[in-house]
């Protein structure tokens, strides 16, 4: 690690805290627009030394490294660590070590700065809305461990004057951020608090690297991992693999909404999708812990107790040993054996053995998996609410599992999504007319990430149809000599909306030589998505679509336009059979299109519409619009000439000028 001297500000290299004579201080701030970084500072102190002016080098650095620097000399420490500049960003192997040894450099800090720049130093903190309780430092995903872990933290204001210590504002930062003033204080050990609440004091922090998310909570939950910058959310994704390696506390998966009592989801109009960020037992991210913080776990034996008690059934008829028709009254009063309710992550999702209590109606399959936790605000124990995965898989050893289920209202916004269930109220959640509940132990496996596959293209009435063009194309319409009618939406904010059963968009495409234009016209049909292009011929008041041919002679005005009317045309599955859609909307169907994809002309004239979904399973689509064909091309070639002979022209105008 590398640590600045306070007394000059240069850097020197440690193998690690315990190598630091007297101890050394540690900063933890909000990065700002303007941070001086590693080289930064190396490259300053260089060209001082050059200059043989090693000595002004404290003075010359930033603001906040001298602020700091000058504080913690004050205070009799001879070493400073600040992220900014101590930490050598071109290494990637350096900068991994930092990530995963933050924690541990934290805690063994003599003390940290915590530098609030947005509090004032008249602030009162203990006041309702003081600066204090709104500084930013609360909310970014950093500064939480960088709070917890130091034995010693001063809270310093903009001016660096001490507003307060840890310790003895317990109280008031457990009220900002939910962490336990005993934690604080270190009278709780932090590994004593449940994984769900410590995942609930970051939900609602911030971070601006999405990776970052996982990595600023290794060193609160003690695990270590790679840092791969460019992972996106499967870095969270593997923090949880690795605190499921560390730790049997299953209030992990115990995040999410929970079914209400006295609800009976059979007899709702439930949906499922194997896509949804909730299927899966591994949150998407910290912010779905908003609602666990009250989760903390209990012992398996207790947790299948009450499992046992709601029900109303026997321990020995969970056996599975044994058939329950075999066993007798004194086997039914031995000790209960639990089994081990161990949880291994697959590729076919995380292998667990844990007590299902499961129902069936027709061909939905429901379950509630008791988990080892419980929930303090409302005193239930918790199970995590799954569905059977519905393919040809009956005939697998050990069945698989989705998790959570979507209940349908009577719109889309009424739609709410449930994964946990109170235990409690197992038997009335599971139950349908007369049909049997059954509870045993069971080995299965949860799936626990999105498929890599994309969701297959939805075709719903209910969804709603949008499109825009790429931000270039105009530029590359002009080079051929075409000027769109009107601004082409390039965001989504400006997004087309087409919504109803014959909504349309005309999109008109003027050439600046040639009398003719190119009409575009995208609608529904149906709800279903159609285009098609049309060839427009100025000064004969008539128009052709493009791969049709005239003889130049005056016609009738154009006529409106109107939906195509085709007749269906059969689309085939994969042994060569039609399936019939219901749609008679014709080739000019969007979903008809080969990779979304047409061409609408002739050699002489053509215009290819392609339509690429802008968010895998979304509902915007992104149209790119290529104009070619020999007349297109002869006159694109000759603009280009004039352009050429323009700016020739203009260059010797220039010389004879000067």
């Not at 205070?75 to 541990?104: F, P, V």
């Not at 709104?134 to 461990?145: A, E, I, N, V």
């Not at 009738?556 to 045309?569: E, G």
Request: a positive charge; charged letters at 20%; one cysteine or more.
């Amino acid at each position: 690690m590398w640590l600045l001297r306070t007394s000059t500000a240069e850097l020197q290299f440690f193998n690690g805290p315990y190598d630091v004579k007297g101890g050394y201080a540690i900063l933890s701030h909000v990065w700002q627009d303007c941070e001086q970084s590693f080289e930064e500072l190396q490259s300053l102190r260089s060209q001082l030394a050059a200059a043989d002016q090693l000595h002004l080098l404290r003075s010359r650095v930033s603001d906040k490294i001298r602020e700091c620097c000058i504080l913690a000399e004050a205070h009799g420490y001879g070493w400073l660590w600040i992220d900014t500049c101590c930490i050598d960003r071109s290494s990637s192997s350096e900068l991994s070590e930092a990530i995963n040894s933050m924690y541990q450099w934290y805690s063994h800090a003599q003390v940290c700065y915590a530098y609030l720049q947005d509090v004032p130093s008249t602030c009162t903190p203990f006041s309702r809305d003081s600066a204090f309780r709104r500084s930013k430092w609360f909310t970014r995903g950093w500064t939480l461990q960088e709070l917890i872990a130091p034995r010693s933290l001063i809270f310093v204001a903009q001016d660096w004057s001490v507003i307060g210590t840890k310790a003895s504002m317990a109280p008031l930062l457990e009220d900002i951020t939910g962490v336990d003033a005993d934690v604080l204080t270190f009278r709780r050990n932090l590994g004593d608090v449940s994984v769900a609440r410590r995942m609930w004091w970051a939900s609602a922090r911030k971070t601006t690297r999405i990776e970052d998310e996982a990595y600023s909570l290794m060193g609160i939950f003690d695990v270590h991992m790679a840092s791969i910058y460019g992972e996106g959310r499967r870095a969270f994704l593997r923090l949880q693999e690795e605190i499921l390696k560390r730790t049997s506390d299953q209030t992990l998966f115990a995040w999410g909404n929970m079914l209400p009592i006295r609800t009976t989801p059979f007899r709702e109009q439930m949906a499922y999708s194997r896509y949804h960020q909730d299927s899966h037992i591994f949150a998407p991210s910290p912010a779905a812990f908003v609602h666990s913080g009250n989760m903390y776990p209990v012992p398996m034996y207790v947790a299948a107790q009450n499992a046992v008690k709601a029900l109303g059934v026997t321990k020995c008829m969970l056996d599975p040993s044994k058939p329950t028709k075999h066993k007798s009254v004194r086997e039914c009063n031995e000790p209960w054996k639990i089994p081990l309710p161990d949880f291994m992550v697959t590729s076919h999702g995380v292998r667990a053995r844990l007590l299902v209590i499961e129902s069936s109606a027709g061909q939905c399959t429901l379950a509630i998996a008791v988990l080892a936790c419980k929930d303090a605000s409302t005193g239930s124990f918790v199970g995590l609410l799954l569905r059977r995965r519905v393919d040809n898989e009956t005939g697998l050893k050990y069945p698989r599992y989705h998790v959570g289920i979507t209940i349908r209202g009577t719109h889309l916004w009424m739609r709410l999504r449930y994964r946990l269930s109170q235990v409690d109220w197992a038997r009335h959640a599971l139950s349908f007319n007369s049909s049997g509940i059954v509870a045993h132990w069971q080995r299965l496996y949860i799936s626990h990430r999105s498929p890599s596959r994309s969701p297959p293209l939805r075709t719903q009435s209910d969804l709603i149809f949008r499109f825009l063009f790429p931000r270039w194309l105009p530029v590359e319409l002009a080079k051929q000599g075409f000027e769109p009618d009107k601004k082409l939406p390039d965001g989504r904010a400006q997004a087309v909306k087409l919504a109803g059963k014959a909504s349309i968009a005309t999109f008109t495409l003027k050439h600046r030589t040639l009398q003719e234009s190119i009409r575009i016209h995208v609608g529904t049909c149906q709800r279903l998505p159609w285009a098609t292009a049309t060839f427009i011929t100025h000064g004969q008041s008539g128009r052709r679509p493009l791969g049709t041919t005239g003889d130049g002679s005056p016609s009738s005005p154009p006529a409106p336009i109107a939906l195509p009317k085709f007749r269906p045309r059969p689309r085939m599955n994969h042994r060569g059979h039609a399936v019939q859609d219901g749609c008679g909307c014709g080739p000019e169907t969007i979903s008809r299109w080969a990779n979304g994809s047409r061409v609408f002309g002739d050699a002489q004239r053509s215009v290819q519409l392609t339509f690429t979904r802008t968010t895998a399973g979304g509902s915007t689509h992104l149209l790119d619009v290529r104009i070619g064909g020999s007349v297109y091309q002869k006159a694109a070639e000759k603009l280009k000439l004039q352009g050429r002979e323009l700016h020739t022209l203009a260059r010797s105008l220039i010389r004879l000028l000067h």
